[in-house]
C-alpha cells in the first residue's frame, strides 16, 4: 500500500498551474515524475502522489523544477480558463485506472514518435553532410581534368605547328632533291672516270632540318657503286661468340620450373635426413659412426662393392632401423637382394624406393630408373615375365634413351612370346 | 598553378584490325609505322600520318610472314629503310616507297626473330650500319647490310648446349668507328655483353627472371647506363662506367609492379629519362639519378661501379592489355607512340620534360 502524499498547495493564473509539492527528506529524480495531459503522478516508493488533473495542459511544455525537498510544476494549460479546482473531483476507482492506463499508453505513443523524428532528422543530416562531400569532390575532380584539358589542348596546339614545319621541311627537302640529282647526273657524266672523294657534311640529329646541301652523299640505294664505302669502315670480319647459359639446380628456369613439386622434393629429402627411430636403446651400445645412416650407406656401398653382399645388406638393415625415409638405402639394399637371389625381399625393397621417391621429378629420375630395371630383374627371375615386362617399360619411359634397358625389355619380349608359344 | 609534374597526355589513339608488335616513328616526320599479324597469318606493316587529333593511314603493305620487329636504326637520314625481323626468322630491309621487293633479304635464323637493333645509321653513331638479330633459335647475329648472306658476328650457343630464347638485344657504345657492343637478353634471365671488336664476351650475368628488353640510354657514347627489365615487374639499372674484374657492374633494381615489364625506352633528348611499359597496360616514366660518386674502391683497391637511384615522375594506365611496343619521336621531346595487345596504338604527349 503506498503511502499518499497529499498536502501540496497550487495556485493558478489564466495560462497556467503553479503546483508545489513537499517531499521532507525525499531523493527525488525525473525518473520518479510522471505526467501525460491530463494525469500527473510522482511516485517514491512508498510515496504516492496522483492527480487527475481539471483539464488538459500541455505537457511538453510544461516543466517540473526539483530542489530543497519540494517539487515545483509549472504547467500550461491547454485551455485558458480558470480551474474550479486542481483535480477532477469525482473520480472512481475504474476511471482512475482507465485514465492511468491511457496516460501510460500516451507516454508510450509520444515516447515512439519522439524517437522516429530524432531518427528521420539524423537520416537527414548524414544524406547532407554526404552530399556536401560528394559536391567538394566533384569540384576537385573538374578542377583537375580542367588543368589536364588546357595541358592537352596546348600541347595539341604546338604539335600542329610543329608537324607543320616538318611538312614544309620535307617539300624543301624534296625539290632540293630533285635539283641535285639533276646536278648529280650532270657530274657524273664529267667525272666518270676519276674518283673524287667528296667529303660528306655530318648530319646531326637535331629537330629542325636542314637545308644545307648535302653533296656527295647523294646515296639513291644502298648498294650504288659510289663513295660511300670509303667514308665508312669495311664490314668487320665474321666471327663467331660461343656462349653458355646459366644453369640451375633444375635445368629449368623460373618461370617454366615446377617450383611447387620440386620444393616438395627437397624437403623431404632435408626431412628424411634429419629423422632418427624411436628405438634407440638398443642401439646405444654403438659407436657414433655406426649411428649414422650415410656413413652405413656408405659402408654397404663398399661392401657390395667387394663383392660381400650380406655384410652389405647388415649394414643397410642397420640403417634403415636408424633412418626408415631414405630412399636410396631400399633401393641399394634390393640390390644386394638381388645378388643374394632373395627375389622377393628384392622387389619389396624397390617397391619401398619407389614409394619414397615422389614427388615426380628430374633430380630422383636416376634413382627412379635404377628401382624399376631392379624390381624389372627380380619379377624376370622369378619368371613373372609380365610384371618384370611392366617394370623395365616404366624405367625406359623415364629414360628412352637407355640402349640396355631397350635391350633387356627385347628380351623379355621374346620370353613371354616365346612361353605362350609353348603352352 | 597548374600540375607540376610531368603529364602523359593521349593526343590520338586509333583501333587496328591486326595484332600490334611493334610500332616505330619515322625519322624526321610526322609519321608512324605499325608492324603487326593479320588474322589470316601474313604480315602487315601500316604506315600512318598524325594529323590533327587523328592518325590517318597512308599506306598499307602486306608481307608473308607477321612482322615482329623492326628498326630504322641502320639506315641513313635519306634513305630511311626499315629492317624488320619476322615469324620466319627472316632479316628484310625493305624501301618504303618501293616496299614490293626488299633491298636486302636473308633467313638469318630457323625461329621468330624476337628482338632487332641498328645503328650507325641516322647520324647517330660512327663506324658501319649494323643490324642485330635475336631470336628464339637462341643465337645472337649481326648483318652488315652490304654483305649478303651470312653475318659479321654470331653468338650462339657451345655445342651440346640447351638453347635459351633471346628476347632483345640492344647495341651501345658506339663512340668511335671501331668500337661497338651488343647486349642480348634471355628468358631464363641471362644477359650477355659482347665486345664486337675483340670479338668475346666482356660480361654476363643473371637477374633470376626473363630478361624482356634492355635498352643503353645511348647507342652512340661511351656506355653509361644499361637497363634491364624483366618479369614480375623488375627492371634494373646498370651503371655501366666501371667494370670490376668479378663483380661486373654495379646496378639498382626497382620492382615497378606485380605483372611483366615489356619494354624500356630511354628519352632521345635526356638520357636519364626513361619509360617502362607494363603488362597490365601501364606506362611508368623514371628518372635516374647519379651518386656523388660514380666509382670508388673496393677493399683490394680494384675500381667499382656505384649506382645511383631512380624516381618515378608519372604513372598512367592506358588499357587493360600488355603494352608490348614503346617509341619515343627522336624530333620532338616528349612525343611517343605505344601500341598494346588490345590492337589499338596509341600517340601520346608527355608534357614537362624541360623541368624535370
Not at chain 1, 667525272?191 to 637535331?206: A, F
Not at chain 1, 653458355?244 to 615446377?258: D, G, H, I, M, Y
Not at chain 1, 624405367?395 to 631397350?406: F, G, M
Not at chain 2, 643503353?216 to 656506355?223: A, L, Q, S
Request: charged share 30%.
Amino acid at each position: 500500500m503506498p503511502v499518499w502524499l497529499r498536502e501540496y498547495s497550487w495556485r493558478q493564473t489564466g495560462s497556467a498551474v503553479y503546483l508545489s509539492l513537499p517531499l521532507r527528506g525525499l531523493r527525488v529524480t525525473p525518473a520518479n515524475i510522471f505526467c501525460t495531459d491530463q494525469y500527473l503522478k510522482v511516485s517514491i516508493p512508498p510515496f504516492l502522489f496522483e492527480a487527475i488533473l481539471y483539464a488538459p495542459i500541455d505537457d511538453t511544455n510544461s516543466t517540473a523544477k526539483i530542489g530543497n525537498g519540494i517539487i515545483f510544476f509549472t504547467l500550461y494549460k491547454k485551455e485558458v480558463a480558470m480551474w474550479e479546482s486542481l483535480t477532477l473531483a469525482n473520480a472512481n476507482k475504474e476511471k482512475l485506472q482507465s485514465l492511468r492506463e491511457n496516460a501510460v499508453l500516451k507516454a508510450h505513443e509520444k515516447a515512439k514518435e519522439e524517437t522516429e523524428a530524432k531518427k528521420v532528422t539524423k537520416q537527414e543530416h548524414k544524406k547532407y553532410a554526404l552530399e556536401a562531400t560528394m559536391k567538394l569532390e566533384e569540384a576537385e575532380r573538374k578542377r583537375i581534368e580542367d588543368l589536364k584539358e588546357k595541358e592537352r589542348q596546348k600541347v595539341t596546339k604546338e604539335l600542329e605547328l610543329w608537324r607543320k614545319q616538318q611538312k614544309d621541311a620535307e617539300k624543301q627537302k624534296r625539290i632540293q632533291k630533285e635539283g641535285e640529282l639533276h646536278e648529280k647526273v650532270e657530274q657524273l657524266k664529267e667525272n666518270k672516270k676519276e674518283k673524287i672523294n667528296k667529303t660528306s657534311i655530318p648530319d646531326e640529329g637535331t629537330s629542325k632540318t636542314r637545308l644545307k646541301a648535302t653533296k656527295g652523299h647523294g646515296s639513291y640505294g644502298m648498294f650504288s657503286e659510289n663513295l660511300k664505302e670509303e667514308q665508312l669502315p669495311a664490314p668487320r670480319s665474321a666471327a663467331t661468340i660461343k656462349i653458355n647459359f646459366t644453369s640451375r639446380v633444375f635445368p629449368t628456369a623460373l618461370r617454366e620450373s615446377r617450383i611447387a613439386e620440386e620444393e616438395e622434393w627437397l624437403r623431404k629429402q632435408a626431412e628424411a635426413r634429419r629423422t632418427i627411430s624411436a628405438d634407440l636403446s638398443e642401439l646405444e651400445d654403438l659407436k657414433e659412426d655406426e649411428k649414422n645412416p650415410d656413413w652405413l650407406k656408405d659402408k654397404g656401398n663398399k661392401m657390395f662393392a667387394t663383392g660381400n653382399y650380406l655384410a652389405a645388406v647388415n649394414a643397410y638393415n642397420l640403417a634403415v632401423r636408424l633412418n626408415n625415409k631414405l630412399p636410396l638405402l631400399y633401393l641399394n639394399r634390393a640390390a644386394c637382394h638381388l645378388k643374394l637371389r632373395n627375389l622377393h625381399k628384392a622387389i619389396e625393397d624397390s617397391s619401398k624406393a619407389l614409394e619414397l621417391l615422389t614427388p615426380l621429378v628430374p633430380d630422383n629420375e636416376n634413382a627412379r630408373v635404377k628401382a624399376y630395371v631392379r624390381r624389372g630383374t627380380a619379377f624376370c627371375q622369378l619368371e613373372l615375365y609380365t610384371e618384370g615386362l611392366q617394370d623395365y617399360e616404366a624405367a625406359l619411359k623415364i629414360d628412352p634413351k637407355n640402349r640396355t634397358i631397350e635391350k633387356d625389355a627385347e628380351k623379355i619380349r621374346h620370353l613371354i612370346q616365346g612361353t605362350t608359344q609353348d603352352s | 598553378s597548374g600540375l607540376e609534374r610531368p603529364q602523359v597526355v593521349s593526343h590520338a589513339q586509333q583501333a587496328l584490325s591486326y595484332t600490334l608488335f611493334d610500332c616505330k616513328w619515322v625519322p624526321r616526320s610526322a609519321r608512324l609505322l605499325c608492324l603487326g599479324s593479320a588474322p589470316r597469318g601474313t604480315g602487315l606493316l601500316q604506315l600512318y600520318e598524325l594529323r590533327g587529333g587523328r592518325l590517318a593511314l597512308l599506306r598499307e603493305i602486306e608481307k608473308a610472314k607477321p612482322i615482329k620487329c623492326g628498326t630504322f636504326g641502320a639506315t641513313s637520314l635519306q634513305q630511311r629503310y626499315l629492317a624488320t625481323g619476322d615469324f620466319g626468322g627472316n632479316l628484310h630491309i625493305w624501301n618504303l616507297e618501293a616496299p614490293e621487293i626488299p633491298v636486302y633479304s636473308v633467313k638469318g635464323h630457323k625461329e621468330i626473330i624476337n628482338s632487332i637493333d641498328g645503328v650507325g645509321g641516322l647520324g647517330i653513331g660512327e663506324g658501319a650500319p649494323e643490324i642485330v638479330t635475336g631470336s628464339r633459335d637462341g643465337t645472337v647475329k649481326v648483318w652488315d647490310p652490304r654483305q649478303k648472306d651470312t653475318p659479321v658476328a654470331n653468338m650462339e650457343p657451345v655445342q651440346g648446349e640447351s638453347k635459351r630464347d633471346c628476347w632483345t638485344v640492344a647495341f651501345g657504345n658506339a663512340y668511335n668507328q671501331e668500337e661497338r657492343v651488343v647486349c642480348a637478353g634471355y628468358d631464363n634471365g641471362d644477359i650477355k655483353l659482347f665486345d664486337l671488336k675483340t670479338m668475346s664476351l666482356r660480361w654476363e650475368t643473371n637477374i633470376k627472371n626473363g630478361v624482356c628488353s634492355v635498352e643503353f640510354d645511348r647507342k652512340d657514347v661511351n656506355m653509361n647506363k644499361l637497363v634491364a627489365t624483366s618479369l614480375e615487374g623488375k627492371f634494373h639499372v646498370f651503371d655501366m662506367r666501371t667494370q670490376h674484374p668479378t663483380k661486373g657492374f654495379a646496378s639498382v633494381s626497382e620492382k615497378a609492379q606485380k605483372s611483366t615489364i615489356w619494354q624500356v625506352r630511354h628519352l632521345p633528348q635526356n638520357r636519364d629519362i626513361f619509360m617502362t611499359s607494363g603488362g597490365a597496360g601501364s606506362l611508368h616514366l623514371w628518372k635516374y639519378e647519379y651518386p656523388t660518386q660514380r666509382s670508388k674502391k673496393d677493399s683490394e683497391g680494384a675500381e667499382m661501379g656505384v649506382a645511383g637511384s631512380v624516381s618515378l615522375l608519372q604513372n598512367v594506365t592506358l588499357s587493360t592489355q600488355p603494352i608490348s611496343s614503346l617509341d619515343w619521336s627522336p624530333d620532338k621531346k616528349g612525343l611517343c607512340v605505344c601500341g598494346a595487345f588490345d590492337q589499338t596504338v596509341r600517340v601520346l604527349i608527355v608534357t614537362k620534360l624541360n623541368k624535370v
